[in-house]
Every structure is written in C-alpha cells, then in structure tokens.
C-alpha cells in the first residue's frame, strides 16, 4: 500500500516568482494538474510580497521582473508593491490554471518508498518523483547575536515586522544592516524618528550607474561558485552593491546615511562600542536579513561541511531529484525566473 495520499510527478513547494516560474515551466511543456501540484502555505497568492510594509509603494521597488508568458503592466505606482504584486501573481496563476493548494504548510521532505520523494503537510503528503523547492527566506529572518541583548528596556524588531513609521515617531532607533531594506527603512524613519542611528558591520558600498547585465552576471557567478563548493550562499545585494539613486544621494547630502561601525554590546537603554562610546536608544531595527527557509529539508541530509547544500545549478547533487529555486544564484526575481525554467528542464530529463 501506498504511504502518500496522493501520488504525483511533480511537487512545488512555494508560490512565489521562482515556484511560479517552475510551474509555468511545467505547465508549457506538457505536465497536467493530476501531474504537478504547487504547495504555498499563504492564505493567498503574492508571495512574500503580501507581507512587505504597506508605505513600500511599487515606485520604490527595484528589479522586480515580469514573470514568464505575462506582462506585469504599468500599475499605478503609488499604490503598496504588498497589494499590487499579489494582485499579479493572482491574475497569472488563473491565467496559466496552475494547480496552486493553500494554505499547505510543508513540514518535512524524505525518502518515500518507489523511488519518490514524500512531501509532508500536518494533514496530507505527495508521493514524488521530483520536487522543486522555492520556499524563499521570508519566513527565516536572521537575528544576529550581541551581548546584552537580553537586557534591552526598549523595542527589538526585525525588518519582517516592519510595519510602517507610526510607532517609532519620537523615538531614538538604531537601524542595523546594510542592506536595501535598511536602507529603505532607515530613510522612511528618519523624518518622524527623535534621531537615527545607521550601523553596518562593514562600509556599505554604493554604485553608480544602471544595474546592467554585465553587473548582474558577475555577481550571479560569485554566488554561485560558492554553492557549488557547499558553502552558505551569500546574498546578491552584498555582491553587488547598493544602486546610487537620487533619493539616496539626497539621504547622504542630509546626513541620513552617516553610518557608524558596528556596536560591541547592547545595554538596557541603548548600545555601546568597544571604545567605551554609548548611544542612547528606544528601539532597535534589525535590518539583518534572511537565511533561506529549507528546514523542512533535513530529513535528507543535504549540508556539507561547509554549511550549505552543493549545487550544480539548480539540482542538489547529494539528491538529483530535488530542486532549490529561489536560492542561492537565483535568489532574485529575474533569476527566480530563469531557475525556474532551468530546473524544469532537468526534472523532464530526469522522469525521461
């Protein structure tokens, strides 16, 4: 008897740009819904989109890409990206009748018996025989460690719960983290806050000129050479920088973006560095970033010694028959979309 209640070829995990490409991928070349399910554990379509803060408008954001075989359009570019992206990732899987399940929150993959693959939910589980992950990071914010931490009287929030400037008006804030979202944060702070305060563990590195593809491609190749060696990858935006834009310039003219090296140590009412100097604070924004959610991996055993999981590509070379989009090198929109296409051309090959 067969262990799963249901059987399929193909299991997606995740619904957002990389798990829609891939179904996209699946869809064009031929497989049915009785043939691959998508597997999101949001209430609704947008992926991590849905949970952005509401005062990121569209123009705000950058290097968001069409998903394949459906323009995005010109949407109105005041409206929050966490209403209007959903609205699109929505209209495209009714567009392309991909056979999107939520909410399903994965719990585990592991060995199953045939050959496949068992993807397990609290409530069902999928026999497969190929599974393409693109569960993302959004639901793995990184909280780094400092001492004393534990005795700050203020606020401690994470980027993931940022949710607009109302409750830092008046307040001191430390933001840590050099990293886009900081900055954005840091920047729509600033006029309500009673003083800010930008700390970065190293020098952020601004760039002029267009994000072009020769850019994109070095970096891309940086990240991936590391996950090729098993090692954790680094993000993107670390490798390539922080785009020089107008309204950064004009943060950097009004002393926004006078950034001080990192604290040594957190104390009740504030932080403190190595050099006995202490600032006072009420609240302190970790910009710190995301580590990619793939928990529910364990069960195989993919780590190296190094701390991340080998890749050739878009396959897992300890397991051939999983797939990670989304992750590593393609840990972008736009190359979520092409690691989508790519990985589908393996799983084809793979179920011959």
Known sequence: MNEADHTTEVVVIGAGQAGLSAAYHLRRTGFTNREFVVLDHAKRAGGAWQYRWPSLVLNKVHGLYDLPGLRFGTPDGSRPASEV???????FERTFDLP??????????????????????????????AVINATGTWDKPFWPHYPGQESFTGRQLHTADYTGTAPFRGRRVVVVGGGTSAIQQLLELAPVAKETIWVTRRPPVFREGPFNEDWGREAVARVERRVREGLPPESVVSVTGLALTPEIRAAQDAGILDREPMFERITPRGVAWADGTERAADVILWGTGFRASLDH??????????????MDG??????????????????????????????VTEVRRLLG
Not at 118 to 124: M, T
Not at 300 to 309: E, Q, S, T, V
Not at 318 to 340: D, F, I, K, M, W
């Open 85 to 91: 992206v959903p609205e699109y990732f929505e209209r």
């Open 314 to 343: 878009t396959r897992v070379v300890a397991e051939p028959r999983l797939h990670l989009v989304g992750y590593g090198p393609s840990a972008s929109t736009v190359g979520a979309n092409r690691a989508g296409r790519a990985a």
């Open 100 to 129: 999107v399940r939520r909410p399903v929150d994965v719990l585990s993959v592991r060995q199953g018996e045939d050959n496949r693959l068992l993807v397990s939910s609290a409530a069902e589980t999928w026999a497969a025989r």
């Open 297 to 310: 991996l364990a069960p195989l055993h993919l780590r190296d010694p190094g701390g991340g999981i080998r």
